[in-house]
């Protein structure tokens, strides 16, 4: 596996994944600016990935 970044479990702070997940989601939502469209899915992917690895703490 190929990775530029990677979280062991009890690194990841989820509070903070849950804000990052929340505001990604309301940002692709709102679409007013499609330019930060991408930029909302990676957040929102990432987002995503922290709460599942969090999962095995």
Same mark, same amino acid.
């Given at each position: 596996?190929?990775?530029?970044? $990677? !979280? *062991?479990?009890?690194?990841? +702070?989820?509070?903070? *994944?849950? #804000?990052?997940?929340?505001? *990604? !989601?309301?940002? #692709?939502?709102?679409? +007013? +600016? /499609?330019? +930060?469209?991408?930029? *909302?899915?990676? $957040? #929102? !992917?990432? $987002? /995503?990935?922290? #709460?599942?690895? $969090? !999962?095995?703490?």
């Amino acid at each position: 596996m190929i990775v530029q970044t $990677a !979280e *062991a479990a009890n690194e990841i +702070d989820v509070e903070r *994944a849950k #804000l990052a997940k929340s505001r *990604a !989601e309301s940002h #692709l939502e709102n679409d +007013d +600016d /499609n330019s +930060d469209i991408n930029r *909302a899915k990676r $957040a #929102l !992917e990432r $987002a /995503n990935n922290r #709460l599942r690895v $969090a !999962e095995f703490k």
